[in-house]
């Protein structure tokens, strides 16, 4: 089982649905989750990042943590064709003796069509 | 602002030629990060670095080595290029703590021939 998980995608919404990506990790004890998006030919910046359990909401972005489940999603609201991009969650397995390491997913092709 | 810049954007080597990747972050992080990224692969870590002279392997370390002697820049080096070594390089800084982001630089496309 790979570490960290992502749907395999590519997935396609019309603009103005909702885009649901989601991730999965096989180490209990991540405490930190991280959604980054990658546009083609970019390296990944920092959209979202949740440490506790519930819903977190940023502007059209809402990432939602279950960690009895081991598991972490992004929704985007209102998809813009700006969105279309790769989408890589990150987790940090061990607190602080990590060094802040984080392990990736292998990504998620979003595509907003109009 | 945080700021992570690379030496070069595109890089093109010859087989056996050395090479030097350099990184340099203005935020005063502790912990620098070298990774490659390949279609179907993702992000691979390479090595990373987490003070002054201070490095471990990351998954992939075979083929490469670092060198960190100032706490801004860290050095990612191909002892011997190889066509398989054709990749996206990424660098990332992040504090200290586990729950601080990592901050890429632009990444460095690199093709060996």
């Known amino acids: 089982q790979k570490e960290v998980e992502q749907n395999s995608g590519p997935l396609s919404v019309p603009e103005g649905a909702i885009a649901s990506l989601n991730c999965t990790y096989s180490?209990?004890?991540?405490?930190?989750f991280f959604w980054y998006r990658q546009y083609s030919g970019k390296s990944p910046e920092l959209i979202m990042s949740?440490?506790?359990?519930g819903d977190k909401e940023d502007g059209r972005f809402t990432a939602q943590l279950n960690k009895a489940s081991q598991y972490v999603s992004l929704l985007i609201r209102d998809s813009q064709p700006s969105d279309s991009a790769t989408y890589l969650c990150?987790?940090?397995?061990?607190?602080?003796?990590?060094?802040?390491?984080?392990?990736f997913g292998q990504g998620t092709i979003l595509t907003v069509h109009p | 602002d945080v700021k992570v810049t690379q030496s070069s954007r595109y890089l093109v080597k010859r087989t056996g030629e050395k090479v030097f990747l350099e990184c340099v972050q203005d935020?005063?992080?502790?912990?620098m990060f070298w990774y490659r990224q390949d279609p179907g692969l993702g992000l691979r870590l390479i090595y990373f670095s987490y003070d002054v002279k201070m490095k471990e392997k990351g998954d992939i370390p075979e083929g490469y080595s670092v060198s960190r002697e100032k706490k801004e820049r860290f050095s990612l080096i191909l002892e011997s290029a190889s066509t398989n070594q054709t990749s996206m390089y990424l660098c990332?800084?992040?504090?200290?703590?586990?729950?601080?982001?990592?901050?890429f630089g632009p990444g460095t496309r690199l093709l060996v021939l």
């Open positions: 949740i440490y506790s359990n």
């Open positions: 935020m005063d992080h502790e912990n």
């Open positions: 990150a987790v940090n397995g061990r607190g602080g003796t990590s060094y802040g390491k984080l392990t």
């Open positions: 180490d209990r004890v991540s405490q930190s």
């Open positions: 990332a800084s992040t504090t200290v703590g586990g729950q601080e982001t990592q901050y």
